[in-house]
């Protein structure tokens, strides 16, 4: 039997509700069972921290590199593990590494890059996101106009076959992609997202109906909800299929405009930083101003945690904290198809969990 440990908190956030009293019991990286204290066997090992309140740890599906490497101008495993100490430092265990609009070269060795990092043993990293090159210019934010086209069948199969089992989601605007293109990388299990997209509602709506399940940073790069035309941000709160990533750093999105999403999509919405960090190498080079990133003058990335997004939700969105925490842990192991595993205190999950004090400040990672 795999050794046994017991975490014990003041206060446990099961993904569906508090409790108080309760402990956790651990074996093999898998919660075993959830127990009242009065309840808990003798003879295992006991963690204690009964000022803490016990959650789900986080996920993030969309972050381009930290501390000085981005991913795209430094495709190796080094990147990837600075990467996921990142993540980590903000209480998010997993994490999507990903590659806006580049050169199908940059794509295939931020491939290799995953590779190596699970062939030497790095755990974390769920695979890669790669966000265009098949977006509409118009909406391109701070990808590069130059690398912007529209794909032919040839080069999305190369690219999906040399990527097998590394790419995990695609940003595309469905304006931009035939049907066929769609129906081809959904055949390889990959999470089609619109985004960078000028789509209208109806536009979008179709995407939707032929597969495309989620949408990127809902607001940004995307053409607007306006009163005559809804636009793909319209067609997303409209659909009750598709759910929606969201930056909740005050600058790509205003908090208010965040509770009105929220109100609409409900369950719907999730999290991502979409951090990036300083560099003046490659393609896409990025200056920290206070707490947000610019490129050539253009908003370029957050400088967000999955903590840090979380307490934005609660203090300037006024998200109920275990609303809060699901956004940022249920909701995207939902997107992946994972939240039968990922997001839930609860038994047959895996033990990804985080301690909490009484002000949602991150004491640590379990």
């Known amino acids: 039997m795999a050794l046994q440990k017991i975490i014990l908190a003041g206060r446990v956030f099961t993904g569906e509700n508090w409790l108080e009293n309760y402990a956790v019991l651990i074996g093999g990286g898998v919660i075993q069972d959830l127990l009242p204290v009065a309840d808990l066997p003798a003879g295992v090992e006991v963690e204690s921290y009964p000022d803490a309140w016990l959650v789900p740890a986080f996920i993030d599906l969309q972050i381009y590199g930290a501390y000085g490497k981005l991913l795209a101008v430094y495709p190796e495993p ?75 069948v040839e080069q999305v199969r190369d690219l999906l076959d040399y990527g097998k089992g590394v790419i995990r989601i695609i940003t595309l605007a469905p304006e931009v992609v035939t049907p066929e ?6 055949s390889y299990g990959i999470v089609i997202s619109a985004g960078h997209s000028n789509a209208t509602y109806t536009q979008a709506k179709t995407g939707f109906a032929s597969g495309i399940r989620a ?39 205003d908090y208010a405009a965040i509770r009105i999403a929220k109100a609409v999509m409900k369950e719907r919405l999730f999290v991502i930083t979409d951090a990036v960090t300083d560099t003046d190498e490659g393609e896409y080079p990025h200056q920290r101003k206070g707490d947000k990133y610019e490129s050539g003058g ?63 400040e991150l004491i640590k990672l379990l």
């Open 78 to 152: 080094d990147a990837l593990v600075k990467l996921n100490e990142y993540c980590r430092s903000g209480g998010a265990p997993l994490c999507m590494p990903t590659v806006a609009t580049n050169t199908y070269e940059v794509f295939y060795a931020a491939i290799d890059a995953v590779r190596d990092y699970w062939n030497q043993g790095g755990e974390g990293v769920l695979g890669l996101h790669i966000e265009g090159p098949w977006i509409n210019p118009v909406k391109r934010g701070a990808h590069i106009e130059e690398l912007i086209h529209v794909p032919s």
């Open 181 to 186: 293109i769609i129906q081809l990388i959904r």
């Open 215 to 253: 949408v990127t940073h809902l607001y940004n790069a995307m053409s607007p909800l306006l009163h005559r035309e809804p636009g793909l941000a319209g067609a997303s709160m409209d659909d009750d299929q598709v759910m929606a990533s969201i930056i909740p750093d005050g600058h790509h999105v």
């Open 298 to 360: 253009i908003l370029s990335g957050s400088a967000l945690t999955m903590h840090a997004s979380m307490l934005n939700l609660v203090r300037h969105v006024q998200v109920d904290p275990g609303e809060a925490i699901r956004m940022c842990s249920l909701y995207p192991a939902r997107v992946m198809g994972m939240d039968d595993q990922y997001g839930k205190i609860q038994k047959g999950y895996k033990a990804s969990m985080l301690l909490l004090d009484e002000s949602l």
